[in-house]
C-alpha cells in the first residue's frame, strides 16, 4: 500500500492492523493480513498533526502536536471514535504506554504522567521538567528515559510519579531522533548513527 502524497510519522502494528500517524493527515488504519495486499480500513482526520500512535486494548492513543494526548476507541476500526482529549501544555512529540501509564514527551513542558487504566476519565499522576524540550521517551519498570534538549539522555526514577526524581543525564553531543531500551542498553539513534549505551547503573550510564 502506497500513497506518494503522504508521509508516514510513526507506525504502530497491532495484531493484523497498522495504524500510521501521518503527521498533518492523521491516522491512517490498515489492514495487513494479507501482506501482499494491504488495505486502507479508515483514514481518521485530525485538526491538528499526529506524530505518533501506541494501541492498547480497544484503544488509540494519539500524540496530536498542539491538542495533546487524543484517544480513541478502536473496537471497530472501520469507524474510530474519539473518547476524550487530555489538553497538555506544551507541543506534545511522542508517547509511550507501559502498565496503563502513559508517558507524555511535551516539548518545553516537560513529561507528564497519565493513568490511563480508565481510557474515558485518564488522570495526570504527576509532571517532571528538564532543561530544554523532552522529545521522546520510554520506560521500563520504574525508569523512564527521556531525549531532552535535542542531545541529552535523561534518567528519570518515577516510583512515585507524584514527585520524579532525575538520576543522571547523558549528553550525547549530537541531535538525538529516538531511544528504545531493552534489559541495560539504551539504543539512541541520532543522524544517521545509532549510539548504544549501558544504563545498568542509571546514576552512571556509560
Known amino acids: 500500500w502506497q500513497d506518494p502524497s503522504l508521509s508516514f510519522s510513526h507506525v504502530t502494528v497491532d495484531g493484523n492492523y497498522v495504524y500510521a500517524a501521518m503527521g498533518q ?120 528515559y527521556l531525549v531532552s534538549g535535542g542531545s541529552s539522555m535523561v534518567i528519570v526514577d518515577i516510583s512515585e510519579p507524584e514527585a520524579p526524581e532525575i538520576l543522571s543525564r547523558f549528553e550525547q553531543g549530537l541531535i538525538s531522533y529516538d531511544i528504545e531500551v531493552s534489559d541495560t542498553l539504551a539504543y539512541i539513534t541520532y543522524g544517521s548513527n545509532l549510539r548504544i549505551l549501558n544504563v545498568a547503573e542509571s546514576r552512571n550510564p556509560v
Open 25 to 144: 493527515h492523521g491516522l491512517m488504519i490498515i489492514d495487513v493480513s494479507n501482506p501482499r495486499q494491504p488495505i486502507l480500513i479508515r483514514h481518521w482526520r485530525a485538526q491538528d498533526f499526529v506524530y505518533d500512535v501506541k494501541i492498547q486494548g480497544d484503544y488509540a492513543f494519539l500524540a496530536s502536536f498542539r491538542d495533546g494526548l487524543r484517544i480513541l476507541d478502536i473496537s471497530d476500526q472501520s469507524d474510530p471514535e474519539e473518547v476524550t482529549i487530555v489538553d497538555t501544555p506544551g507541543e506534545l512529540r511522542s508517547l509511550y504506554i507501559e502498565n496503563n501509564i502513559a508517558y507524555l514527551a511535551d516539548g518545553h513542558s516537560g513529561l507528564h504522567i497519565v493513568d490511563i487504566r480508565n481510557p474515558a476519565r485518564p488522570e495526570l499522576l504527576g509532571t517532571f521538567e528538564t532543561e530544554g524540550s523532552v522529545d521522546r521517551v520510554c520506560a521500563q519498570e520504574n525508569l523512564v
